[in-house]
């Protein structure tokens, strides 16, 4: 049982990337923190491993009920678990997608019910969602991504309304692109034959370019880590390179058929 008063924080998807980042920062600052993820335990972390597969409410639940008997609360949820796909609606395969979906939607789906019972009793608990910029601005070619984080946005724009009379406080973090092996945990599905070429493979290029030059998954962590000292969360924190948070902006103040206009042209060929 926690004695000390330390805070207990779970992260999801801490086998590497940010999540991994965020499971190593937070556990120096000095919380209890238990990191999750269906592979193997991450050798030499600092923090304590438990195996889960988000995507399964029971694995869920009874890890929730392991840390709560173990450290008697649990104080911050951060739902991290995802996986990254690119490939046209059309030519999609349904086993990635709902293999998307039932990641990154689900699993914050199942663990943000799984914690709340918990929270709502001890009237205290903050959730910070991982979401993405794709969160905010639907991407060509990355339409089940999008559509994915598109859900985790709304589902924590409500869930926030529902339990601010708990004292319990939920928001969305957007990263931009992350410098990472984002190749590791991506499906990718584009056909030689594709009809959406060439516009399709100079999306995978952006998106290959755009990582190599992102910001460090530390960078996330650090600002999670500040968010955790706040008293009060704002709905939403995009962590980015300028020129992303600036793409944000755009949809938000541009008339959308020129935002459209503007970004179909990333993706059309310079020949």
């Known amino acids: 049982m926690n004695e000390n008063g330390k805070l207990v924080i779970l992260v999801t998807g801490a086998s590497g990337g940010i999540?991994?980042?965020?499971?190593?920062?937070?556990?120096?600052?000095?919380?209890?923190?238990?990191?999750?993820?269906?592979?193997?335990?991450?050798?030499?972390?600092?923090?304590q491993w438990i195996r889960l597969d988000v995507t399964n409410?029971?694995?869920?639940?009874?890890?929730?009920?392991?840390?709560?008997?173990?450290?008697?609360?649990?104080?911050v949820l951060i739902n991290n678990a995802g996986i990254g796909m690119i490939s046209s609606l059309e030519e999609a395969p349904s086993a990635n997608v709902k293999q998307v979906m039932e990641t990154n939607f689900g699993g914050v789906l199942?663990?943000?019910?799984?914690?709340?019972?918990?929270?709502?009793?001890?009237?205290?608990?903050?959730?910070?969602?991982?979401?993405?910029?794709?969160?905010?601005?639907?991407?060509?070619?990355?339409s089940i991504y999008s559509a994915s984080k598109f859900a985790v946005e709304g589902l924590t724009e409500a869930v926030r309304?529902?339990?601010?009379?708990?004292?319990?406080?939920?928001?969305?973090?957007?990263?931009?692109?992350?410098?990472?092996?984002?190749?590791?945990?991506?499906?990718?599905?584009?056909?030689?034959?594709s009809y959406y070429q060439p516009e399709i493979s100079i999306a995978e290029d952006i998106i290959d370019t755009e990582v190599g030059s992102g910001?460090?998954?530390?960078?996330?962590?650090?600002?999670?880590?500040?968010?955790?000292?706040?008293t009060h969360l704002q709905s939403k924190y995009v962590v980015a390179k300028p020129f992303q948070k600036l793409g944000t902006s755009l949809k938000r103040y541009l008339p959308h058929t020129i935002f459209e206009k503007l970004l179909m042209n990333r993706y059309r060929s310079k020949s």
């Open 19 to 47: 999540g991994q980042s965020v499971a190593e920062y937070l556990a120096q600052q000095g919380y209890i923190v238990y990191g999750t993820s269906r592979k193997s335990q991450v050798p030499g972390s600092n923090f």
């Open 215 to 230: 910001i460090e998954a530390e960078d996330v962590a650090i600002h999670i880590g500040r968010l955790i000292l706040k």
């Open 110 to 142: 199942h663990l943000t019910q799984a914690v709340l019972p918990h929270m709502r009793k001890r009237r205290s608990g903050k959730i910070i969602n991982i979401s993405s910029i794709a969160g905010l601005i639907g991407l060509p070619y990355r």
């Open 161 to 193: 309304a529902e339990v601010q009379k708990f004292n319990i406080q939920v928001c969305t973090v957007q990263p931009g692109s992350i410098r990472t092996d984002i190749k590791s945990n991506r499906v990718s599905y584009i056909p030689e034959d």
């Open 57 to 75: 409410r029971q694995d869920v639940e009874d890890v929730i009920d392991s840390i709560i008997a173990q450290e008697g609360k649990l104080d």
